[in-house]
C-alpha cells in the first residue's frame, strides 16, 4: 500500500534552515512526480515545489531562491531543503505523489496520495 511518511518540521528562528524529508513506500519511486505544498493557519493548502523525474523542478514565487527540492531514488525519498526562513512559512508542510496522467502540476488536486504532514514554525 502507498504511504509517504515526512519528517524533519520545527521550530526555528527567522533566518534558520531546514530540511524536510518524504519517504514513500509501495512505489517503483524513480517513475514518480513528488510534490510539497503547505498549509498556514487559516489558509488554503498551497504548492511549494515539485520535481519529475529525472530532476525537472518548479518552485512558487514565493520560495523560489530559498527552498530546494531534490529527491534520491536509492532512498525513495524525497527532500525540500529551507533557507533563510520567514515568519510567513510557519505550516503544515505536506509531500504528495502526483497522478501519473499530469507532467506538472502546482494544483493540489492532480496529487493523490499524501503523507501527514509536518509542522514547521518560524519564529523570534
Known amino acids: 500500500q502507498d504511504h509517504l511518511v515526512e519528517s524533519g518540521g520545527g521550530l526555528v528562528q527567522p533566518g534558520a534552515s531546514l530540511r524536510l524529508s518524504c519517504v514513500v513506500y509501495g512505489r517503483t519511486f524513480s517513475d514518480l512526480g513528488m510534490g510539497w505544498f503547505r498549509q498556514g493557519p487559516g489558509k488554503e493548502r498551497e504548492f511549494v515545489a515539485q520535481?519529475?523525474?529525472?530532476?525537472?523542478?518548479h518552485y512558487a514565487d514565493s520560495v523560489r531562491g530559498r527552498f530546494t527540492i531534490s529527491r534520491d531514488n536509492a532512498k525513495s525519498t524525497v527532500y525540500l531543503e529551507m533557507n533563510a526562513l520567514k515568519p510567513e512559512d510557519t505550516a503544515v508542510y505536506y509531500c504528495?505523489?502526483?497522478?501519473?496522467?499530469?507532467?506538472?502540476?502546482?494544483?493540489?488536486?492532480?496529487?493523490?496520495?499524501w503523507g501527514q504532514g509536518t509542522q514547521v514554525t518560524v519564529s523570534s
Open positions: 520535481i519529475s523525474p529525472p530532476d525537472r523542478t
Open positions: 504528495a505523489i502526483r497522478r501519473p496522467d499530469y507532467s506538472a502540476s502546482t494544483y493540489s488536486g492532480h496529487y493523490n496520495y
